[in-house]
């Protein structure tokens, strides 16, 4: 093709998976969706918004995989880059809210995921133990997650909202 849209078959197929294919990023985007007509051809339009709890994570395979954006390239995301953005975000975070950038990175992941163990979020945040013992303990504190009493080192989100 030449670039021009080539349309699409069938609009409620495509939106749902567009919709299902959301259930896959950490946390959410904020998107809406529209459908026009395009000479004769049937087009859907994603307005991605940007994020406020940046970076995004997709799972795949029961995986969380970090993803940066440059220019309209999605990239993934090194270790080192998830640590030089939590660290630059984080005095920003500091003044308006109760809880630091990387604080709301666990917590944004225990919104997707429900249930996450220490070693978990170690694997994919190259955060100590130590360090991420201090998280998960301030988010026990406001009860967005508690520990499982049944698993060593589980936790759970709960349905709080700070």
């Known amino acids: 093709n030449n670039g021009s849209p080539v349309g699409i078959k069938n609009r409620k197929g495509e939106i749902e998976k567009l919709e299902e294919s959301l259930k896959f990023m950490v946390p959410a985007p904020d998107i809406s969706l529209s459908a026009i007509t395009y000479n004769d051809k049937e087009i859907i339009i994603v307005d991605v918004k940007e994020g406020k ?25 090194t270790k080192k880059d998830l640590k030089r953005y939590i660290k630059s975000e984080d005095i920003l975070f500091e003044s308006v809210n109760p809880l ?50 049944n698993e060593k080192d589980i936790y759970y989100k709960t349905s709080e909202k700070i």
Do not use: H
């Not at 970076?55 to 954006?69: D, G």
């Open 53 to 77: 709890y940046k970076p995004y994570f997709l799972t795949s395979e029961n995986k969380l995989k970090a993803y940066i954006r440059i220019g309209d390239i999605n990239l993934p995301a």
């Open 100 to 149: 630091k950038k990387d604080e709301k990175i666990v917590s944004a992941l225990f919104d997707q995921k429900g249930k996450l163990s220490i070693s978990q979020i170690r694997e994919l945040l190259n955060f100590s133990e130590r360090r991420i013992k201090k998280i998960l303990n301030k988010l026990a504190k406001f009860g967005l997650i508690v520990p499982s009493k």
